[in-house]
């Protein structure tokens, strides 16, 4: 496969995977399905991620959070599912979802939220229900985020790391200069370094493939058998994105 193919395929594979989003909500039947990011102006390129807001009555989401990992498997195979309460909208859940599809990997951030604690992003577009929401800059209630300590299980964190590195070849082929995204993994890194101790290296964190894929191997010792798989998928995503771009 060359460039050009790999890059019509992901184009395709995420038109498909969006329309699968908006049709396994909208049979729960939401007040909205936002879409914000990059998309809403057209996607950067074909590395671009989903991302997604989806708002429910204020009595609706408890249970539309409980079916989330069936709701997330009907919509594409999950490789690897991450959850995190510090970042979730009040009330709420977000996830961040590998999808594996006939056309590749694909990475999307879900937002569930309450109607009464719904604050859409001023970019968003509505793709679903009526535009109604109150506009701007959404912020997690800070009193909340004091209050919520995300669990720190080994399996957790391990997903955490592979959604961080799978992230790490957009920056790559983007050549992204700025430190932000390396600085979060070498935080991710190090925390999950002093949480379970020696169960990983030290690394010297850069953006780069051949830290990604020893970061993998590190991850592959430890890891449950499902997210073994998963690794594989990842590492052979990253050798084809390294002999296409590089």
Sequence with gaps: ??????????????KKLLENIINAFKSLHPVAIHQFGSSVNGFKDEFSDIDIWITFKD???ENVVKKLNTIFKNISPIVVRHYSKSWSPVGGSANSVIHETKNGLFIVDYYISKYSETVIKKDSIVLYGDDILP??????NKEVATSIRDSHILKKDINLLLNLIFI???????KWKKDDFVNTLKTVHRNFRRRHKKKIKRRRISLSFRVDYRLLADLYAISSKNQKKAILKIKEYLQQVEELYT
């Design 1 to 14: 496969m060359n460039r050009e193919e790999f890059r019509r395929r992901r184009i395709e594979g995420r």
């Design 59 to 61: 009595d609706e989401v």
């Design 135 to 140: 506009r701007g800059e959404w912020r997690l």
């Design 168 to 174: 790490s070849s957009k920056g790559i082929v983007r």
